[in-house]
């Protein structure tokens, strides 16, 4: 079955305490992605990558890290979580090369929280 | 900053109305358009990708006007399990892996 999976799907912390969600996808997908969801605010893009070893800054990259030693995994670090990155966080994908489609396939969603 | 703006309702309508939602965008490169649907604490999923020439799927219609930066989605015959929030995505110029979501639209069908 095609997915995006995360890990944890809910997670308490306190703050300064580093953490990993992880984010794996089995399409042999190009672009993976990861959001932030918060009230009123939408979805925003913390970071993206178009490939191994190729990434980007979103809207809001601030306290946030990404790796992509490899196509299928795409984990987010945050080095010293605060308060103000509790939220609902997704992982996206897309892209397959030889298709013409940019759908993005969300994973199920983190939501994390700092005290 | 790259916007995509959408009413934020909500629409309160009865089941087999016709509801339209627009969405405008302020990035004149952009390439890739979409409607997404997110129900409540659950993952967006798309709904539909939208094409220059405007595309139908069942109920679904969806229009786009590049000269006015302009996206619709027109859902006809409303059921209850249409409600939802519609978000309308916008690629950031021309990086195909940025992609800008609007606030979405929430949705509530009533009987």
């Known amino acids: 079955e095609a997915q995006v999976t995360q890990n944890p799907r809910y997670l308490i912390t306190v703050t300064g305490k580093k953490l990993t969600v992880t984010c794996s996808q089995n399409?042999?997908?190009?672009?993976m992605s990861w959001y932030r969801q918060d009230p009123g605010l939408g979805l925003r893009q913390i970071y993206y990558?178009?490939?191994?070893?190729?990434?980007d800054k979103g809207d809001v990259p601030e306290g946030y890290k990404v790796s992509r030693k490899e196509k299928r995994n795409f984990p987010l670090i945050l080095e010293s979580p605060s308060p103000n990155q509790t939220s609902l966080y997704f992982c996206?994908?897309?892209?397959?090369?030889?298709?013409?489609?940019?759908?993005?396939?969300f994973g199920p969603g983190t939501r994390l929280t700092v005290t | 900053r790259k916007e995509v703006e959408q009413d934020p309702g909500p629409f309160n309508v009865p089941e087999g109305a016709t509801v339209a939602f627009n969405c405008t965008y302020s990035n004149s490169a952009s390439q890739s358009f979409f409607w997404y649907r997110q129900d409540c604490r659950k993952e967006p999923k798309l709904l539909m990708s939208v094409y220059s020439s405007g595309n139908e799927d069942g109920r679904f219609t969806a229009q786009l006007n590049r000269a006015s930066q302009y996206i619709s989605l027109l859902i006809r015959d409303s059921k209850l399990s249409d409600s939802a929030t519609y978000l309308c995505?916008?690629?950031?110029?021309?990086?195909?892996?940025?992609?800008?979501f609007g606030k979405g639209t929430k949705l509530s069908v009533k009987p």
């Open positions: 399409m042999n997908h190009e672009y």
């Open positions: 995505v916008v690629n950031n110029g021309g990086s195909q892996g940025n992609l800008i």
């Open positions: 996206a994908s897309s892209f397959s090369p030889g298709t013409n489609s940019y759908e993005q396939y």
């Open positions: 990558s178009m490939n191994v070893e190729v990434t």
